[in-house]
C-alpha cells in the first residue's frame, strides 16, 4: 500500500516541529480529574525533531536522588532503580500521520518500547507544543498524559 502524500497542513506542521523543544510540564490526568506530576512540579527535558526525520526526548525528575559515586558504573542496583524511575529516553524515527505525531522508537531507557510506535495528538499554538497520549492504565487507574513544550532559539 502506497504512502499518503502529507497535507499541506502536516507540511507546516512538520516544519515547526523540527527543532530543539523545552520541557515547561508533564502531567498524567486520571480519569477522575485528579493531576499528578510524574516528573514533579519542575521537570526537565529536551525533545529534538530533525528535518531528516530522527527524534530523540530526555525528561528527568530533578529530585532524582544523587548516587554515592560520581561513577555510573559504580552506582548500586538501589540507587539506580530511582534514577531511571526518574526518567523516560528514548530515541528513533518520527513522522506524521492524520494530524498526530508517531514516535517509531529504535532505542530505549525502558527496553519494552523499543521497536514500537508511540503516537502522540500534537496541538502547536502560541509556540507551545503539546503532545498528548490517548488512555493508558497504571495498574486499575486510567490516565491520559500530556507534555507542553517550548521551542528553544539557536544559542
Known amino acids: 500500500m502506497a504512502e499518503l502524500k502529507p497535507t499541506a497542513a502536516e507540511t507546516r506542521l512538520a516544519r515547526e516541529l523540527v527543532g530543539t523543544w523545552r520541557l515547561v510540564s508533564?502531567?498524567?490526568?486520571?480519569a477522575?480529574?485528579?493531576?499528578?506530576?510524574?516528573?514533579g512540579a519542575a521537570p526537565s527535558g529536551r525533545l529534538v525533531?530533525?528535518?531528516?526525520g530522527?527524534?530523540?526526548v530526555l525528561i528527568t525528575d530533578p529530585g532524582r536522588p544523587l548516587a554515592r559515586s560520581p561513577?555510573?558504573?559504580?552506582?548500586?542496583?538501589?540507587?539506580?532503580?530511582p534514577a531511571a524511575k526518574g526518567c523516560v529516553a528514548y530515541s528513533g524515527l518520527w513522522r506524521l500521520r492524520g494530524g498526530k505525531v508517531v514516535?517509531?522508537?529504535?532505542?530505549?531507557?525502558?527496553p519494552n518500547w523499543t521497536g514500537h510506535a508511540l503516537v502522540r495528538m500534537a496541538d502547536l499554538k502560541d509556540g507551545r507544543l503539546t503532545?498528548?497520549?490517548?488512555?493508558?492504565?497504571?495498574?486499575?487507574?486510567?490516565?491520559?498524559?500530556?507534555l507542553v513544550w517550548e521551542k528553544e532559539a539557536r544559542p
Open 26 to 30: 508533564c502531567e498524567h490526568r486520571r
Open 131 to 146: 503532545l498528548s497520549t490517548g488512555v493508558f492504565k497504571i495498574g486499575a487507574a486510567k490516565y491520559t498524559a500530556a
Open 49 to 52: 525533531y530533525t528535518p531528516e
Open 71 to 81: 561513577q555510573f558504573f559504580e552506582a548500586q542496583d538501589a540507587e539506580l532503580a
Open 32 to 39: 477522575d480529574g485528579t493531576i499528578e506530576y510524574p516528573f
Open 103 to 110: 514516535h517509531e522508537v529504535e532505542q530505549s531507557l525502558f
Open 54 to 56: 530522527r527524534m530523540i
